[in-house]
């Protein structure tokens, strides 16, 4: 069976790890990639994107990719998304040559830190429509209809420009105790898993003294915010995707 | 890293932690990408995929 590698990320080659089941070192000079070897039936450029179509191997690749990373924390490393396959040992080790200096300092700027998620949701605002339009009477003309229809619609807008606001002030609060920060795009509902609307999905680069600090803003943003039917929710830590990475993905 | 390490992250079991999160990583590489970029093995080595083929995946499978 033919095999090709499969690249977690790259490390600082002083840093041992107690590696996973599989995953193994292919290195040059100071730096060390982290590895596995996987059929190409799978892996290949070919197959690939039809893998990527089966939700079950995904998620089995995609939970394996992070947490194989995330064992290596809070050693620096420079993660490469799951999609990361080189022909051979000989091709990595090529990639490390060509990009040392690039992941060397890469490495120096996410050492000691962690990535920390937080995804803001705001709940209620289909509860509140349906409320709305099944409490509306039957107007009695034409000019009451045009009104109420007015009303529903300055309503939804500010609760559209409200959700905004408190995703721009939520960002704004985090990013003090950050060193960096990188705010995605909010995530479409079909690939969702919270009922609510999705008005933040920011990524934050953290130093690892300043977690507790930067989860203590999180807790008193949540609190604060919990009333209004928003939720504040932490996710990670993760290797720092959203911060280093290959010169290829950036 | 250690256990001692882990509890002061509040790091969780893999299980626990949301599929929707850890793809919003391993398939997030800092930047959108936009487009079908699949580059054949042979060439650069380096294989992309396109999340709007996994968001139009995603929501084909709950439709069915």
Redesign the interface.
């Given at each position: 069976m033919t095999s090709v590698v499969h690249v977690f990320g790259i490390a600082r080659g002083e840093d041992d790890t107690s590696p996973a089941d599989g995953v193994r070192q292919v290195r040059d000079g100071a730096l060390a990639a982290l590895v596995e070897d996987v059929p190409a039936t799978e892996w290949s450029a070919d197959a690939l994107p039809t893998m990527l179509e089966d939700l079950g191997w995904l998620s089995e690749q995609a939970r394996r990719h992070d947490a194989v990373l995330r064992d290596h924390l809070p050693r620096p490393v420079v993660p490469c998304p799951l999609t990361t396959v080189f022909r051979d040992d000989e091709h990595v080790r090529a990639m490390l040559r060509e990009q040392g200096d690039d992941l060397s300092a890469q490495l120096r700027r996410v050492d000691g830190c962690i990535e920390l998620g937080v995804v803001v949701h705001v709940e209620g605002e289909d509860n509140q429509r349906r409320s709305e339009q099944a409490t509306t009477e039957r107007p009695a003309s034409g000019s009451d209809y045009i009104a109420a229809r007015l009303r529903r619609r300055d309503r939804a807008d500010a609760r559209r420009s409200r959700a905004a606001e408190i995703a721009d002030e939520v960002h704004a609060c985090l990013g003090v105790a950050a060193i960096d920060s990188v705010r995605g795009e909010p995530r479409p509902r079909a690939l969702d898993d919270d009922s609510g609307r999705n008005v933040l999905n920011a990524s934050y680069l953290v130093a690892l003294a300043e977690v507790d600090r930067f989860d203590g803003e999180v807790r008193a943003l949540a609190e604060r915010l919990a009333p209004d039917g928003v939720r504040v929710r932490r996710t990670g830590p993760w290797a720092p995707f959203h911060f280093v990475g290959l010169e290829a993905n950036r | 890293?250690s256990d001692a390490?882990r509890t002061s992250?509040?790091?969780l079991a893999?299980e626990d932690?949301?599929?929707?999160?850890?793809?919003?990583?391993?398939?997030?590489?800092?930047?959108?990408i936009a487009g079908?970029v699949?580059?054949?093995?042979?060439d650069?080595?380096?294989?992309?995929?396109s999340l709007r083929?996994?968001?139009a995946?995603?929501?084909a499978?709950?439709e069915s």
């Open positions: - | 890293m390490a992250l509040g790091l893999t932690v949301a599929l929707v999160d850890v793809l919003d990583r391993v398939l997030c590489s800092g930047v959108v079908d699949v580059i054949a093995l042979a650069i080595d380096l294989v992309r995929v083929a996994l968001v995946s995603v929501e499978l709950e």
